[in-house]
Nanobody
Framework: QVQLVESGGGLVQAGGSLRLSCAAS????????MGWFRQAPGKEREFVAA????????NDADSEKVRFTISRDNAKNTVYLQMNSLKPEDTAVYYCAASPLGATDYRYWGQGTQVTVSS
């Protein structure tokens, strides 16, 4: 079983950038398809981006496609989410998740990291 810990969140002004990290322990991250999700107050959790085991493909939600970039460094057992041109509506808790069977089986989750974008 893999354990996930997110970091890199914080308070940023609109238009700024943040890079979130998701560090894995317990199992090698290369065994998992990885995703980032977010949940804003009063809203359901939503998908942000995903990346395959070999980083050969990515799948970004359309609304974030031009602003958010997911990447992974299997040697460091870490997945990243680079977020640019942040907007107040990006304020949320961001979670990374691991799936052993592809994009539909996210069974391991981190505790989340808060991102707050001020206007």
């Amino acid at each position: 079983q893999v354990q996930l810990v997110e970091s890199g969140g914080g308070l940023v002004q609109a238009g700024g950038s943040l890079r979130l990290s998701c560090a894995a322990s317990g199992r090698t991250l290369s065994s998992y398809h990885m995703g980032w999700f977010r949940q804003a107050p009063g809203k359901e959790r939503e998908f942000v981006a995903a990346i395959s085991r070999s980083a050969g493909s990515t799948n970004d939600a359309d609304s974030e496609k031009v602003r958010f970039t997911i990447s992974r460094d299997n040697a460091k057992n870490t997945v990243y989410l680079q977020m640019n041109s942040l907007k107040p509506e990006d304020t949320a808790v961001y979670y990374c998740a691991a799936s052993p069977l592809g994009a539909t089986d996210y069974r391991y989750w981190g505790q989340g990291t808060q991102v707050t974008v001020s206007s």
